[in-house]
């Protein structure tokens, strides 16, 4: 079975932080995909990578950046966390082929304070 | 622009009776693939069933089949002999074959919230 890693389930950070969110997989997979997800908005692309060092803007990418220096891991980055980025953070990964499905981690909820 | 409505943001159903998730899409494309997710309350996100949209015939996964309509851009998700473990959100989701480059975006419906009661 695919295994899609976030480094933390719950995480509180201050207004201002640097914050890092840490995403690995373990299949091999070239696709790797940010979201946020809030009530009633559903899931939102904030970036996707399709390759090392590849990435893509999502719908949200507003205050946000990404990382990817290795196949296997993903990481988001708040460059200065605000309270409006409080919110469940998923990650996940995918083969390139077309209709290939994504695979989630457990997600990452975020409380900026 | 490809949308993904879910009519329904909340269902309930008793214990070992049927209930239909609605899910319609807006494409002007002829090839693509539509996905059901379901995601359990504090849990992660898994695929329920995929469908291509050149296949005629209906995916089925256990007790989750799907009623795709490619006319009428109609998608939705049948749950049989519902079980407390099915209580989740349920999500839509609609990929398109990519422009250029490799592009795998979904395009997310809203959800629908089902509680499967005893």
Redesign the interface.
């Known amino acids: 079975d695919v295994k899609v890693t976030q480094s933390s389930r719950y995480l509180v950070k201050r207004t201002g932080e640097k914050v890092f969110l840490e995403c690995v997989q373990d299949m091999d997979h ?2 790797m ?1 940010w979201y946020r997800q809030d009530p ?4 939102r ?1 904030i970036y ?1 990578s ?2 090392v060092k590849m990435k ?1 803007k ?1 719908d949200i990418p507003e205050g946000y950046s990404v990382s990817r220096e290795k196949k296997e891991r993903f990481s988001l980055i708040l460059e200065s966390a605000s309270t409006n980025q409080t919110s469940m953070y ?1 990650c ?1 990964s ?1 083969r ?1 082929w ?10 990452t909820r975020l409380s900026i304070l | 622009a490809q949308t993904v409505t879910q009519s329904q943001p909340e269902m309930s159903v008793q214990e070992a009776e049927t209930v239909t998730l609605s899910c319609t899409y807006d494409t002007s494309e002829n090839n693509y ?1 539509l ?1 059901w997710y379901k995601q359990p309350p504090s ?5 329920v069933i ?1 469908q ?1 949209a050149y296949k005629q015939q209906n995916a089925t996964e256990n007790r989750f089949s799907v009623n795709f309509q490619k006319a009428a851009k109609s998608f939705s998700l049948k749950i049989s002999d519902s079980q407390l473990g099915d209580t989740a959100m349920y ?1 839509c989701a609609f ?1 398109k ?2 422009n250029a ?6 395009i ?4 629908t919230s089902l509680a499967v009661n005893p």
């Open positions: 070239e696709n995909f009633g908005l559903g899931l692309l996707f399709y390759d893509e999502g998923l996940a995918s390139p077309i209709g290939q499905p994504q695979h989630f981690g457990d997600g | 693939y996905f849990r992660q996100m898994i695929l995929r291509e999500f990929m074959p990519p480059g490799n592009n795998r975006k979904l997310w419906g809203l959800g």
